[in-house]
């Protein structure tokens, strides 16, 4: 008993607390107004009529590999906006806008853990300054993505997102199966990082159907969520470690071993699609764009931001360049997006001759 004691002093003592903002309480600081809350839930069932296939237009998630800093977000989404007007008949953009990162070991875990970038890990101020950012970008007219990463930030951000994503190392996880059923917005799996497909459809299969799990309440008790089950849950396909998996030819066989009707497909364009080089993203999306009548994807995925590549934190860094994955920069974005546009509305007039 002496022994136990002494452990649980020990723990006391160097396990360090902080108390964050309740949701609700982040809620009021940063409210969501009437007409935005609104445009959310139109943005929200347009992107459900495109996965459904009732809306012709190509669903298309771009933006940084994740935000770091927003200035530079924010003049991306002002890019983003102006450039939806030239192109909305054929493509639906929706800003990638993420705030947390998944590590493999360790690193910078984003901007909601640590938004000065310096290790200090104020993530009440990472809460407060990921909300503000939000709404903001909402502000502009754009629907926001982002990625679950941790269940319990998923309360405070519940009410911006449009669309949602659960990563290859997380599809297998129960609780971001259970989390994703849920949340009111439409969630992509992607299959894992040695290219399991499985993974991703019996994640699919999980979040469409009710659950009862542990979370915490918008008061930020520990409580029992009662999910409906998500029934926007679909498919991300992103390559792996093997190699891509985006061409029809892949799509296919994945078909095959599909029983049933296969979920609806949004491509990441990065990732093992593109072999880790941001600036062979471009080459992917045509090709699904190419091959879009026969493969019915609905949606894809691009890392871009304001200058191409990536940089490593540091006193001097370069404006507008991704601190993740690298990503491409925003004139070879918008160019490409154009060059889309005008592809579709040719397939378009071919298909309706």
């Known amino acids: 008993m ?46 459900q009529n495109i996965l459904d296939g009732k809306d012709h237009r190509l669903m298309v998630v771009t933006g940084p590999c994740s935000i770091h800093d927003p200035i530079s977000a924010l003049e991306y989404a002002e890019k983003l906006q102006q450039l939806q007007s030239q192109v909305s008949d054929q493509i639906f953009l929706v800003m990638r806008a993420y705030i947390e990162k998944p590590r493999t070991t360790i690193g910078w875990k984003g901007f909601l853990y640590d938004p000065n970038l310096d290790g200090s890990s104020n993530m009440q101020l990472g809460l407060e300054k990921s909300r503000e950012l939000y709404l903001q970008i909402i502000e502009m007219g754009l629907p926001i993505a982002s990625e679950i990463l941790s269940p319990m930030a998923t309360a405070y951000f519940d009410d911006l997102l449009a669309w949602g994503a659960i990563g290859a190392r997380t599809s297998e996880s129960q609780i971001h199966r259970e989390i994703s059923s849920h949340m009111p917005y439409s969630i992509g799996f992607k299959n894992g990082t040695d290219g399991s497909i499985q993974i991703a459809l019996d994640a699919i299969q999980s979040a469409t159907h009710p659950h009862q799990f542990l979370g915490m309440s918008q008061s930020g008790f520990p409580c029992i969520l009662e999910s409906k089950g998500n029934p926007k849950a679909h498919l991300i396909l992103r390559g792996a470690n093997s190699g891509p998996n985006f061409a029809l030819a892949e799509i296919e066989k994945i078909k095959e071993k599909v029983s049933g009707e296969l ?44 200058v191409d590549g990536q940089q490593k934190i540091s006193c001097e860094m370069t404006y507008g360049q991704s601190v993740t ?26 298909r309706s001759a």
């Open 2 to 47: 002496n022994a136990l004691n002494t452990a649980l002093q020990q723990t006391q003592t160097t396990a360090k607390e902080t108390i964050l903002s309740l949701p609700h309480q982040l809620k009021a600081q940063l409210p969501l107004s009437a007409k935005l809350a609104q445009q959310i839930a139109e943005q929200r069932q347009t992107i």
């Open 325 to 350: 994955d690298g990503c491409l920069g925003w004139d070879k974005t918008e160019q490409l997006l154009l060059k889309v546009a005008d592809l579709l509305r040719t397939s378009q007039l071919k």
């Open 263 to 306: 979920p609806a497909l949004v491509i990441d364009c990065s990732h093992g699609n593109s072999h880790k080089n941001p600036l062979l993203q471009p080459e992917v999306l045509l090709t699904i764009v190419d091959e879009r009548i026969h493969s019915n994807v609905r949606g894809v995925m691009l890392e871009s931001h304001l």
